[in-house]
Structures are given as C-alpha cells and as structure tokens.
C-alpha cells in the first residue's frame, strides 16, 4: 500500500520547526508550537 | 431552542457533587444513587438530529447535548458531544471515522497503522516521530510535503476550534444547569495505543505470538511522557470534579491473565496507587469482560474507584469486586422495548440488590448508540424513578 504514496522524505524533529515557524501563525507567539504540534500529532494517530 | 436555567447552579452543582461522590468515598456520606449517561450518539438522534450534522456543527451538537440534559436530568454524563473530533482529523486527512446516519453510528476500521517489521524502528523513532513519519502518511493522502504540513496546522486550527466548544458546553453545563463536570481528564494505558492505534487487533493478536519479546519494550516508549503523576499535578482544585481521570481500556480483552499481569496491570496499578496516595477518585471503564481478571481490580483499595466492566453481570461484580463502586447495570433492551413499567421494575431490582449500600452509580452497562437503543418515555421514567427511590435512608 505504501509503495503507491510519495515518499515525503520527512523528519520529524526538522519538519516539526518548519510546521510551527511556517504554518501555525493562528497560535499566540506565547505558545510553545512544537510541544502543541508533538501532541497534536500523537492525537490524530490515535483517531 | 432556548434553553432551560437552574436557579441556583452553585449549590446544585455542589450538592449533586457530593451525591456522586458519596457514592465512591467510604469517608463521605451516601446521599442517593447518582445517576449518570451513558449515552453517546443516541442523544444526538434523540433529539431529531443527523449524527453527520451534529459531528460537523458545534452549535448543532450543543443543541442536542443540551436537549439530552433537559430531557432526563441525569446528575453525571460521560460525553458532552467531544468525544470524536471528526472536523480535526479531516483537516489532517487522517480520518478513519465512518458515519452511517442510517444507524446513528460511527464507526472505525481496525488496521495495522504500525507493520510487524517495524517494532525496532518502532522503538528507535519513539512514538511521536514514528506517528509522524509512518502513521499519518498512511492514514492520510499527501500529495507532497508542503500538502502534510498545511493540513497539520489546519489540525491544529479544528483543536482550537473543539477546544473552544469544549469550553461553551462545560461552561453551560456547570454554569447554568449546575452539573459538575465529571473528570478533569482522561488517562490511557499504552497497552490500548499499541493495540487499537499501532498494531490493530488482528496485529496484536499475532505478536503475541510472534513477536512477543517486543511488546513490553514498546509498551515502555508509549509510555514515556505518559506519567500519572504529570496528569493529577495539572489537576484544578478538587471541588472542580468529580473523578480526578477517567480511563477507558479495551486491551485486556485479548490477554489472558497472564498477559494482563505483564502488559497493562503494572500501569494500572501505578495509576491507582497515585490515585491513593493523592486521595482522589477515578472512573475505570473497562470494555468487554473482566471477569477473568477480578483477582487483580480485587487489589484496589476502597473508596477511590467507580468501575463499569460493560458485558460483565453487575450483580456478580458487586459480589467478587465490594472494594468498588459498581456503575451500569440498566437493560438498554428493555429501555428498548419495554414498557415504562418494565424498566422501573427493572431498575428497582438493581437498587434493591446492587444499590443496597450506596455504592452504586445508576447507568446502562452499553452506551446508547443506536436511534433504538432506548425509548425516551422508558429513560424519563427510570431516571425519575431511580431520583426517589435511590434515597439512601
């Protein structure tokens, strides 16, 4: 099944610093954007 | 739909406390048999709502949230409509949900999100990284990196968004109908991530026979950051709830003793015991059956634990488990099919001979789900009923 996907070449502990400097501009500048983004993606595994 | 107000929620909210409460701590009083819903979707079509509606619109969800507590005025409930946060995993392109309106039911497909081979990669990752390298792409479609990254953050934008109706129906419910709220959080056991999350239930079932030696090593890297004790020292002041956690486990339900002993008792019984040692309380909810494994929840001090085992006979718990407050015990069958009569009948052998102490929470064993789970006319006399006679004399 996989075969079929891209390969998105990720890494988390890099990826995550662009997600939260990049993409999550709605967070107040107070919150901590890596621990929310780290829960965040814990959550929607586990959905 | 203008909705009703208490006219003093403060002392409700704090009264109907102490009634929940009684009926766990053996240094309390027992007041009266609370009464707690176990009604999840049900309530949404009870109140003439389409499950795919009420899922995608907060305000609808409130509605039938509200509608449900108006209707039956039970002193406790589980869910107040947060429990699947189907916007937030569709903005991440990871929803696994299935939601059949014609049945009032949602659903998800039991899959090997984690493969047999990737246990050591499992354990090297830890499970956040592993979640995000391997989990997501698989759940999810991403046509590129960038494509990943921006549905995350819209994930993250839905969060915001359940956190902010999280806060209206808390707010509603404890403000102006004077409920207290019920737990203050949520704990799992990593035994249930590695089965429902990581391995599926047909995955699980094969590594404990094939790949045996890797289970409690990935057990321990879920765990890590999953401490107890992290949990209750963010607890709010202690008249804010009711129960400190509550935890939800299925994964017993595939080990036998002995497998419960080496793959979830040694987290639950560290969970209690920090439960103990702060003397709180705490709801467990164990799906499927325990019977098998009374011997252990025999280990758990008095006084602190409220416990539903769904399929379990209530009566035979009472007897095997008196260290504990039984919660269930309501036919939703007959709430289905019977008449008002029956289920009043019904729920007054249940105070009689499971109530008899007070030790006792006044609920289905099943969640309603389905649209005919329960007749409406049957649950609004049994709660009515289960107010007045459940009265501790």
Known sequence: MDEKKPDLELNFEEDIKIIARDYMDYLPETTNKEAFLTALIKTLANQ | MNHEICPNPEQKRKETREIILGAVRDDMKRIRIPIYSNAWTWKVCDAGYKLSDAMHDYDVMFDAVCQHH???????YNDLGTRNPIRMAEAAGTCTYFIDDARNTISIKDRERMYKDEYDEFLESGHAKFCFEKVLPRLANYSSREDMFQKIANAGREQLEMAAYTRRINKQFRDVYGVPTMTSGRFGFPSDTLFSYLRGLR?????????EKYIVPALERINEGNSIDKVLDALPAKEEFCFAVRTVSLSHTLMNPKQFEK???PYMKKFADAIVERDLTA???QEGNIGHLYEFFQELP??????L????????MKKKLP??????????????TGTPEQCVDYAKRLIDEVGY???YIFSTNKMLSYANDARSENMRAVNDFVREYGVIK
Not at chain 2, 323 to 335: D, K, P, R
């Open chain 2, 203 to 211: 995955g699980i079932s094969m590594d404990f026979r094939r790949n």
């Open chain 2, 302 to 307: 008095s006084g602190h634990f409220a416990l």
């Open chain 2, 323 to 336: 260290n504990l407050t039984m919660v269930g015990g309501m036919s939703e069958n007959l709430l289905s």
């Open chain 2, 357 to 359: 102490d007070g030790k």
């Open chain 2, 70 to 76: 108006e209707k039956y005025h039970f002193d406790m």
């Open chain 2, 263 to 265: 793959y979830l008792w």
């Open chain 2, 283 to 285: 709801f467990i909810w």
């Open chain 2, 309 to 316: 085992g769904e399929l379990d006979d209530i009566r035979e």
